[in-house]
């Protein structure tokens, strides 16, 4: 649908596309960390790209995941980048669109932030940083968003005990369960 | 006293929780004299907002008001999930009531967290506040609602709301010390 999109990505900046690939008619490219920023800013100014509208920032873990159909070495190991952040972008004048991924280890969870291009990216690079612990390097206020500052750890990491809950508050005048107790 | 000070059944409140006369007559005015605050936080409002509307009719009960400052309140309608950052703002609303005041949990969210059990829906609403009357359903009938109000209404008249019983304990302790 947009390929035209990562055909002129590969003739502008072929050293920073590590891949390309189509998924269900959406057009991704995979961004080394260190090019992002310029690619980012290609894409936003240059007039036959002219992508204006920020879709989403959201994180994928890949902790215990493997592609159906692949051999299990192709699972995730401590050497392979954990986590993808993926970016969705689209152009309203020219109406295509474009998904880049960056690929980021568990060490060193960070990546230029795009707040600066898109100001739509704040409060979900946030949102990323509260949930998976990526850290947005220049965004400009990288607080918790939607859990409070006591919280401890990422919930949406898969390795975050499912059911484990940081209460703020319990009441202290509950007896001793007495059916515990025996 | 050699009682369960902690629990509301009847069979030992009955033991130490006897009415005077009076106590009695103030307690069948309370029961039809309920004013609401609605601490309304997910998709169960939508049901909240049907029961007490004409339809179904709250106000048939004598809960007629609901009132949007805790001061002026004494039931506290726990209405959808409460999140753990959520939990020192109900305590303090709860806290800002007037005495006595009694506390529904409306839905399986309030009652018991519900289908949430992870990192950030608190497992009932009773971890931080001791709830009188539990509402099942996701979201409740109105009937079950109209039922958990008239079952409040026998609790509030027997002086067994938890409200009423930690009044009763405390004026318990004050005359055993005088004697
Ligand atoms: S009990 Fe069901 S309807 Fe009520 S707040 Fe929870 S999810 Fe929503």
Redesign the pocket.
Known sequence: MSQKVLDALLAKHGGAVVHTESVHGDEVAWIARDHLLAVATWLRDEPTMAFDSPVFVTCIDRLDWRPVGLPPSAAWTEERPRFEVCYQLRSSTHRHRVRLKIAVTEKDPHLPSLTGLWSGFNWQERETFDMYGIRFEGHPDLRRIYLYEEFVGYPLRKDYPKDKRQPLVRRDDLPVNPIRKS | MGVELSTTRLEDAAKWAKQSLLERGVNWGRKFSLFTYPFV?????M?FMSAAAPKYDLARFGAEFPRFSPRQSDLLMI???ITEKQGPALKRVYDQMTEPKWVIA?????STG???QNYHAMPGADQVIPVDVYIP????RPEQVLDALILLQKRIAEGRGHSQLRDKREQLAVAASDE
């Open positions: 936080t997910a998709c169960c409002g049901e209405v959808g999930t409306f839905g399986v969210c309030a519900g289908f949430y359903g996701c979201p409740p």
